[in-house]
């Protein structure tokens, strides 16, 4: 079956510190791997996908195929990364639009 | 351009009733997804369409359908409504990408209260 498992529901780091949320997914063919936020009184947004293998806003995910995880990182954190953190999965092939989400992350940047 | 939007934003209806919801995707998106978030079960598909036509169906009962007009607008439809039915419903509307699957632009939600 496919899943997507976030094991933490809340991370607290301090500013500066790095962050590292965790991701693992079950999926039997080639996955395509997402991260979206969602900020405060927003809409949920696309953060990065694994396929376009950049950084945005200092975050980046590598795909462990062996591991079966899509950690999201950032090596110094910033008050204004608070947010809501959604790891999500899609079929390879082919363009779909079925995501199958994790339970989410908060992530909690204290001064 | 203008995002997906939704409406309405709040609605509060009774056990037993039914409900329409609506949205409107980007412009030039043909495909629209829905998603139930709920604080216990989080954020689960629904269904979508694409050029007016069901291309994927998650796990809910048949009391949750929906459709999709030429102008790729959508509409999602909960007959005979239970108190569990209480969630944000979230639309997503995407554009077919060079790459891989399409990214997915979602609405700020329709928040359901069912009494």
């Known amino acids: 079956a496919q899943r997507v498992t976030q094991p933490e529901k809340l991370l607290s780091v301090f500013k500066g510190a790095p962050v590292e949320l965790k991701c693992n997914y079950s999926y039997s063919g080639s996955p395509e791997l997402f991260w979206y936020v969602q900020y405060s009184r927003q809409r949920l947004q696309l953060l990065l996908r694994h396929i376009s293998r950049e950084s945005i806003k200092g975050f980046t995910a590598d795909l462990n195929k062996g591991e079966t995880s899509f950690h999201l990182k950032k090596p110094f954190a910033q008050e204004e990364d608070s947010a809501m953190y959604y790891c999500?999965?899609?079929?390879?092939?082919?363009?779909?639009?079925?995501?199958?989400f994790g339970q989410g992350t908060t992530l909690q940047v204290k001064p | 351009k203008a995002g997906v939007t939704q409406t309405p934003r709040y609605l509060i209806k009774t056990r037993g009733q039914q409900v329409t919801l609506s949205c409107s995707p980007i412009s030039g998106h043909r495909s629209v997804s829905w998603y139930q978030q709920t604080p216990g079960q989080g954020l689960q598909f629904l269904f979508e369409?694409?050029?007016?036509?069901?291309?994927n169906k998650g796990n809910f009962p048949g009391r949750f359908s929906g459709r999709q007009f030429s102008n790729s607008r959508s509409e999602m439809n909960v007959s005979t409504l239970e108190l569990g039915d209480s969630a944000l419903y979230l639309c997503?509307?995407?554009?077919?990408?060079?790459?891989?699957?399409?990214?997915?632009?979602f609405g700020p939600g329709t928040r359901l209260t069912v009494l």
């Open positions: 369409y694409f050029s007016e036509t069901q291309r």
């Open positions: 999500a999965l899609s079929h390879g092939s082919g363009n779909t639009g079925k995501l199958i």
């Open positions: 997503a509307s995407s554009s077919p990408g060079l790459v891989g699957p399409d990214t997915q632009y």
